[in-house]
């Protein structure tokens, strides 16, 4: 694929995503480098049709093809939550240390053998001409209550992973990346494009 847009202004994400696509794509921008591109408002109830609407605006603005993501925790006995709210489960601005807060508060009567949740991540890519294409991951653990480990970012020092009987953040990097929600959609959207070549 010669041009890729991403629907992100996050730069840590846009450095990941370039090495996660190396080899398949030529160039690779994201909306930052698009001057006067709007806001687009989240407010679709599920991950798919957050990304869904990032992609679309990316495209439509751009003319080119766009990825976007939308990724976050959900917790079974929480009926899902937080969700697509996930980066602002305790409020509009809040932090990690105040949505950690939340989300234990929110299990503390809940009996760790129903404490299961997953991480997840969508990706939807859509192309001027039409295309829409959706790959997601998973990664299924649970939620402990006390923090462990000082890796990775979010909910991670909470959730215990299925299989290691760590914390996302007790993992190395390269472990983290083998296994996570994104790293699983991201393997699935490259088997795509190279079936485009």
């Known amino acids: 694929m010669k041009r890729l847009v991403l629907a992100t202004r996050n730069r840590g994400k846009i450095i990941e995503i370039n090495s996660l696509l190396s080899g398949l794509v030529d160039q690779i921008s994201s909306i930052t480098d698009f001057t006067d591109f709007p806001e687009t408002v989240e407010d679709g109830a599920t991950f798919e049709e957050n990304a869904l609407k990032k992609a679309r605006e990316a495209s439509r603005f751009t003319a080119l093809p766009a990825l976007a993501d939308d990724s976050g925790l959900v917790v079974d006995a929480l ?87 760590r914390s996302m953040a007790e993992l190395s990097l390269a472990e983290k990346n083998s296994i996570s929600h994104r790293a699983e959609a991201f393997r699935k959207f490259r088997k795509y494009l190279e079936t485009m070549k």
């Open 79 to 165: 009926n899902g939550r937080p969700g697509v709210f996930s980066a602002r489960y305790a409020g509009e601005g809040a932090g990690d240390a105040a949505n950690n807060a939340r989300l234990v508060e929110e299990c503390l009567n809940i009996p760790d053998e129903r404490r299961q949740a997953a991480f997840v991540c969508v990706l939807a890519f859509v192309t001027p001409e039409g295309v829409e294409k959706l790959f997601s991951g998973r990664v299924a653990g649970r939620i402990i209550s006390e923090p462990r480990g000082n890796g990775g970012f979010g909910y991670d020092p909470f959730f215990l992973v299925d299989g290691f009987d």
